[in-house]
Every structure is written in structure tokens, then in C-alpha cells.
């Protein structure tokens, strides 16, 4: 069975308005709070969730243990095909706004960031420096999906 891993932040990241205060990514996913993640590479993300469900993969739910890329990984959770977990493609519109799975839903970027375990003004420091004319991938822990 193939595994793949997905790291959460311990930390807020360098250059964050809340820079090296605890984000509470791990509590609040187990908690059912945060209930998603925003990845790059959506074609890479959809292939591996696709195998997921197809119960050929899990995904492991990981921290870095220290400093990210020089320490250890923990993993706080592991989901397979009957987790609920899946995906859902994300593009932002400059003039429209947030859209899901191909403009077939509109999302407050609000609704987005409590999701993700952000609030609003955390969300845009976030993705302050991330291209949002790419096509992002929503990872859904749960089978909570977008409507």
C-alpha cells in the first residue's frame, strides 16, 4: 500500500503576521475544526486522493518534530478510503472571487479560512505570496465537501 504524506505547520511560517506562534493545525484537525487544507499542485494532489479513495493509498497527516526539512516527522493521523477524505478544486477570480470544482460553486474566502482552521486576516497572510491564478486542491479531512 502506498503512503503518502501531507505536513501540516506547527508554526505560522516566516513572514506571517503571526510569525512563530503556535497555528494549532494538529488539535484543531483532530477536533474537527479545521477541516481541510489548500495545496499547490492540484493534478499532482488529485492523483493521490484519487488513490486514496481507490484504497490503493493512505495518507499520513505529519509535523516536523523541530525545524521543517532538518528534523524528524510525526505522524498525528493517518486516512484511507473510509475516512471521508477527498478533494475539490480550488480557483480564485480576481474579479469574482472563490470558486469550487470549476466555477460550479461560489465560496466566501470567510467560509474558506474558518475551514482551513484560519481566520480571515490569517488566510490572506497565508496565501499573500502564492500565484491564486493557479488552480489549488482543497484536501477535505472529512466528508464535508463544498456545495
Request: charged letters at 25%; aromatic letters at 14%; hydrophobic letters at 35%.
Amino acid at each position: 500500500m502506498k503512503t503518502y504524506v501531507l505536513t501540516v505547520s506547527v508554526m505560522f511560517p516566516k513572514k506571517h503576521i503571526k510569525e512563530k506562534q503556535p497555528t494549532l493545525f494538529i488539535e484543531n484537525i483532530i477536533k474537527g475544526i479545521k477541516i481541510h487544507t489548500i495545496r499547490r499542485n492540484f493534478d499532482l494532489w488529485r492523483k493521490r486522493m484519487d488513490d486514496v479513495n481507490a484504497g490503493i493509498a493512505e495518507l499520513s497527516l505529519r509535523f516536523w518534530t523541530g525545524i521543517p526539512y532538518k528534523s524528524k516527522q510525526k505522524e498525528f493521523l493517518r486516512l484511507n478510503k473510509h475516512s471521508g477524505c477527498g478533494y475539490q478544486q480550488l480557483d480564485f477570480d480576481a474579479a469574482l472571487g472563490i470558486f469550487i470544482d470549476s466555477y460550479d460553486s461560489y465560496v466566501s474566502i470567510k467560509e474558506i479560512a474558518k475551514n482551513d482552521g484560519l481566520s480571515f486576516d490569517d488566510f490572506k497572510s497565508w496565501f499573500k505570496n502564492y500565484n491564486l491564478s493557479e488552480t489549488m486542491c482543497i484536501i477535505h479531512f472529512t466528508n464535508f465537501r463544498y456545495e
